[in-house]
């Protein structure tokens, strides 16, 4: 039987951001858009019992908002456009922006997960 390697302490927001393995940063952490792997390919950490749930999504609701309310309503003090303009602008902003985010904040969920232990049944998952 072999030791089991070392692996230093990584940044859960820096490897969640980059969408690789909370262990060793070297993996892709999803296979898929938004499937997490079974494990990682580098270091087959298991990944299976990680799951985000919907803090993702309600962190990027929170984000979206405080960033574009201000700046719809900024839009229609200085240039007063017709609603329209609003409602294909907006919408647009929104979807591409919650898109973009997703990704990341889940990886970000799962290395913070990783680092602290986490689990849903209030014991340790990971080694």
Same mark, same amino acid.
């Given at each position: 039987?072999?030791?089991?390697?070392?692996? *230093?302490?990584?940044?859960?927001?820096?490897?969640?951001?980059?969408?690789?393995?909370?262990?060793?940063?070297? =993996?892709?952490?999803? %296979?898929?858009?938004?499937?997490?792997?079974?494990?990682?390919?580098?270091?087959?950490? %298991?990944?299976?019992?990680? %799951?985000?749930?919907? =803090?993702?999504?309600?962190?990027?609701?929170?984000?979206?908002?405080? +960033?574009?309310?201000?700046?719809? +309503?900024?839009?229609?003090?200085?240039?007063?456009?017709?609603?329209?303009?609003?409602?294909?602008?907006?919408?647009? #902003?929104?979807? =591409?922006?919650?898109?973009?985010?997703?990704? *990341?904040?889940? =990886? #970000?969920?799962?290395?913070?997960?990783?680092?602290?232990?986490?689990?849903?049944?209030?014991?340790?998952?990971?080694?």
């Amino acid at each position: 039987m072999t030791p089991p390697a070392f692996y *230093p302490r990584l940044s859960p927001f820096g490897t969640g951001i980059a969408c690789r393995c909370p262990r060793c940063g070297k =993996g892709p952490l999803f %296979d898929g858009f938004l499937n997490v792997a079974a494990q990682c390919s580098v270091c087959e950490l %298991d990944l299976k019992k990680a %799951d985000s749930g919907d =803090g993702p999504a309600v962190f990027i609701i929170f984000i979206l908002g405080f +960033l574009v309310v201000p700046l719809a +309503l900024l839009f229609e003090s200085n240039f007063a456009p017709p609603m329209w303009q609003h409602m294909a602008i907006w919408p647009a #902003v929104i979807i =591409g922006g919650a898109l973009a985010l997703l990704r *990341p904040m889940k =990886g #970000v969920m799962i290395a913070l997960q990783y680092r602290h232990k986490a689990s849903d049944s209030g014991t340790v998952d990971y080694d």
